[in-house]
């Protein structure tokens, strides 16, 4: 089940205390992204996504609501995943402690190949790993993972989203981290790879994406898989 609403609002209104089994999320970085360019126009491919661009301020209120609603629904020891990059980081980190998450580590994700940028480009960014509370924790399903995770990104010209990820990184997080049957949420969906991972592995979805074009892609996504 997917929602066109603002995960704040939508939180509170149809997800309980304590319901949610697992959460991964891509939250804007507040770094005003609109996706690459096309290499002949080197006009923008996308517009800026909602709420990537606010004044610092607005983005710890902001981040703050979203990350108490986040703390609010999941089950007591359950693990949270927050998609970050490196200047974001600390922020984040520090906000989700503030809200009771106990952070556990921070998972690299290796995209394979280079992106963007001209000093050292870029090819990775963080997931902070945290579970709720500090009380008896679930184990990850496996000692065998470790915290940099390798999956290649899907590139540029093959995006329907500015900063889409691959299915197979949230495949591999919820098998991880959640058991079949299970609820995952999605605070921030975009096109959707979380929700269709949650299909792709039997667990259930409750996801939040306030864009009606990156809802409706969400939603075709699903049906199609269905
Ligand atoms: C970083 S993107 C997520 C991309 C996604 N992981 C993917 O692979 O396509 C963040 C998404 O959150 C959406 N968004 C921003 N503010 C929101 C809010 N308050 N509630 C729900 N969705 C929001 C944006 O429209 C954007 O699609």
Redesign the pocket.
Known sequence: MIYN??????AKQYLEDNSVDLII?????NLG?GGTSFTKSKKPRFSI????KLSAREYQR?TFQ?LKEAYRVLKPGRHIYI?IDWRMYPLMALWAEKVGFTIKNTIVWDKAYMGMGWQYRFQHEFILFAVKGKQKVRRISTRKATDIIRVPRISGNK????????IKL?EHLIGNSSNEGEVVA?????????AVAALSTGRRIKG????PE?YK??NDRIQSYQ
């Open positions: 609403l603002d995960c704040i609002n939508g999320t891509d939250p804007p970085y992204f996504i909602a709420n990537d902001f979203w998609f995006t329907v989203h500015p900063t889409e990820k691959p949230m999605d605070f921030f969906c975009g096109s959707g790879p979380v939040f994406e306030i864009d990156y892609i969400v």
